[in-house]
């Protein structure tokens, strides 16, 4: 490695230092002048976030890395690469199982030996990362590239300064996140992170910066397993009421009889069973964001008395005539068409122009594109841990079979699907492997090509009633789809291009239980 071509990889990030760059770009301009300079085979930038790794940008590695989040005491190199106070190369031979073992891109097969190397970065006198090398060759580095990584880390320390200066004045609210933090230390809330690189996503995450900033009414729609409430958390968080309880409620978990004393509360004797005073969900959200999941589930009744504590901030416990003022933001969501209730006269017209006062849609999974990668990842990563795995990864014919899946329960559904097959996959191995592969076989993902209603036409010829032939073939065709959702009458619906309302009362005509 000689000075000049030191100076000659340097020069341009030197320069990339005063311009207008998107972070995203910034870091992969960062990983590939570091790849010219060290040549490997991969390449890592990540950013400690209090006791786990998470990748901001990658070069050689799966895609579905950048949605892992490595938790450091699972990976001591990743604690020995943070301990020391500069570049660190391991031995061939050592004995620290590597976190990116079988995540080399484009690799067919496990990474049992390589030659690994990284350094910490420092910002402001704090450690704030990793960049890591990994190379197949076992003798790729050399003892005396060591210096040159040191060199390089600094540059690179001052590129994510520069960057996270901007994103800071971008922002303007850093006191705002400070205390949410707080907030959720405190209480015990897990922050939950929004992960996503596509446009549709990259188009939520700001109108929920957008929203979140103001104090209106959010009506969150989407399909069953999107992750409304994940958006409800995000939207509070960006709030000024972020240090202020999220009180959340789900309407369709609930008897009728029961909502009414969960959201305005209750005192002693309001009914059978009420054997103390109760405050309900709306004074317990009293300074902060009252969540109302499936809202599409209330009652008119129910509506009518949500409408008049929203207009005026008052309510009254159920068997108690005296006043109690709130002062509570409201985020509701649905899988529901709302305006198709209201035209059938399902659903109060002025309680849905109330809570739709800013409707978001979140997007389903088959429309974020290599999202479904990245969430992969951070499933995949989940799951590794939970089982005590050295890595848990995909296969190429596995990443195929995600991304030509339509994903009818959509993130749920991944999650679900994910955890299922390693779980299955673990068992039929013989011995308990230290890396293991999920191919498309283990996901068990239905054929793409196959057509969405697989019943046919009656093969013997129709005879008697034609009304009643009719209806056995509705009811087959609404048994068949329901069979391949496993029972969830929503995604049976989108399949068979009903609303959720009118399917479920053609199959009480038909006898559907």
């Known amino acids: 490695?000689?000075?000049?071509?030191l100076l000659t990889t340097l020069l341009p990030l030197v320069a990339d230092l005063s311009r207008d760059l998107p972070e995203g770009e910034r870091y992969r301009r960062l990983?590939?002048?570091m790849r010219t300079l060290l040549p490997?085979?991969?390449a890592a930038l990540l950013r400690l976030d209090g006791e786990a790794l998470v990748p901001l940008a990658v070069d050689g590695l799966s895609a579905d890395t950048l949605g892992r989040r490595f938790k450091v005491s699972e990976h001591p190199r990743f604690a020995v690469l943070l301990a020391s106070p500069g570049p660190t190369r391991f031995d061939s031979d050592s004995e620290l199982p590597d976190p990116y073992d079988g995540l080399v891109d484009g690799l067919h097969g496990h990474l049992p030996v390589h030659d690994c190397m990284g350094c910490p970065l420092f910002v402001d006198d704090r450690p704030w990362g990793l960049l890591t090398l990994d190379a197949l060759d076992t003798e790729r580095f050399e003892r005396v590239e060591l210096d040159a990584l040191q060199a390089f880390a600094s540059l690179a320390a001052a590129t994510v300064n520069v960057a996270e200066r901007i994103e800071r004045l971008a922002l303007r609210a850093e006191d705002e996140h400070q205390r949410a933090e707080i907030y959720r230390q405190a209480s015990g809330q897990q922050h939950k992170e929004m992960i996503g690189q596509s446009k549709s996503h990259k188009r939520l995450v700001e109108e929920i910066k957008l929203v979140g900033g103001s104090d209106l009414t959010v009506l969150i729609t989407g399909e069953t397993g999107v992750g409304k409430e994940l958006v409800?958390?995000?939207?509070?968080?960006?709030?000024?009421?972020?240090?202020?309880p999220l009180i959340s409620l789900n309407c369709a978990a609930l008897p009728e009889t029961l909502v009414e004393s969960e959201l305005f509360g209750h005192v002693r004797g309001a009914f059978t069973g009420a054997l103390n005073e109760r405050r309900g969900k709306f004074e317990l959200a009293n300074g902060g964001t009252l969540f109302l999941d499936e809202v599409g589930e209330l009652s008119l009744t129910v509506q009518a008395k949500l409408l008049r504590v929203l207009q005026s901030g008052q309510l009254q416990r159920l068997g108690s005539d005296k006043e109690h003022h709130v002062d509570v933001r409201l985020i509701a969501a649905t899988n529901r068409d709302l305006a198709d209730e209201v035209r059938n006269g399902r659903y109060r017209a002025d309680f849905y122009h109330r809570l739709s006062v800013y409707p978001l849609q979140v997007p389903a999974l088959r429309e974020r594109g290599r999202?479904?990668?990245?969430?992969?990842?951070f499933f995949l990563e989940q799951n590794r841990s939970r089982m005590g795995l050295g890595s848990l990864r995909l296969t190429g014919d596995a990443q195929a079979a995600l991304l030509a899946y339509n994903w009818p329960g959509n993130v749920r559904e991944l999650e679900h699907l994910i955890g299922r097959s390693a779980l299955k996959a673990l068992g039929n191995c013989r011995e308990r492997p230290r890396i293991l592969s999920l191919s498309a076989a283990d996901?068990?993902?239905?054929?793409?090509?196959?057509p969405l209603?697989?019943?046919q036409l009656p093969s013997t010829p129709i005879t008697g009633?034609?009304?009643?032939?009719?209806?056995?073939?509705?009811?087959?065709i609404i048994n068949t789809c329901l069979e391949r959702h496993q029972h969830n009458w929503a995604s049976t619906a989108r399949e068979l291009g009903l609303n959720r309302a009118n399917l479920a009362r053609l199959a009480k005509r038909l006898g559907i239980k």
């Open 443 to 450: 996901l068990d993902l239905p054929d793409v090509s196959a």
């Open 40 to 42: 490997c085979d991969a």
């Open 1 to 5: 490695m000689t000075a000049h071509s």
């Open 371 to 377: 999202d479904v990668l990245l969430l992969a990842g």
């Open 31 to 33: 990983l590939q002048a």
């Open 465 to 476: 009633d034609l009304r009643q032939a009719t209806e056995d073939y509705q009811r087959q």
């Open 453 to 455: 209603i697989e019943a």
């Open 232 to 244: 409800a958390q995000a939207i509070h968080a960006a709030s000024a009421r972020a240090d202020k």
